[in-house]
């Protein structure tokens, strides 16, 4: 579950902020704590989420991710590796946004904060076919 800013360098949480943030109207799964934050991150120079933000909707669309709820591990997770195994296409769309988000992660590692959805980790068996890494 996301539950701070997705901007590379923020720091910013809904525990510091107090309130929750809204979603990117784009993919609708990454947040960010302010619209200079998503513009920042729109265009970041190494991790710019324009690179990703249609791939994020296209992959939330297909796999049936849903928009409006935060994701439910045990459902959202299956689910989703299940509409992955079944489409070559949306394989390799979950490995490139997979690294993508990988990078954001590293990118914030002095954060302990786990910045994408818990349905995009691997489980305790990897990714399966969604993973080539
Ligand atoms: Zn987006
Ligand atoms: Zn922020």
Redesign the pocket.
């Known amino acids: 579950m996301v539950r701070h800013c997705c901007a590379p360098e923020c720091r910013e949480t809904f525990a510091t902020a107090g309130r929750a943030f809204a979603r990117?109207?784009?993919?609708?799964?990454?947040r960010y704590c302010s619209r200079p934050c998503l513009t920042r991150a729109w265009k970041h120079p190494t991790l710019p989420?324009k690179a990703?933000?249609t791939k994020?909707?296209v992959l939330r669309e297909r796999t049936n991710l849903p928009r409006d709820r935060d994701l439910d591990p045990d459902r959202d997770r299956q689910a989703f590796f299940d509409a992955c195994g079944a489409d070559e296409g949306l394989t390799a769309l979950a490995q490139d946004c997979g690294k993508h988000l990988l990078a954001l992660i590293i990118a914030r590692r002095n954060n302990s904060e786990v910045l994408i959805p818990d349905a995009f980790l691997p489980g305790a068996d990897g990714y399966g076919k969604c993973s080539s890494y």
């Open positions: 990117c109207s784009g993919c609708g799964i990454l989420h990703v933000c994020l909707r």
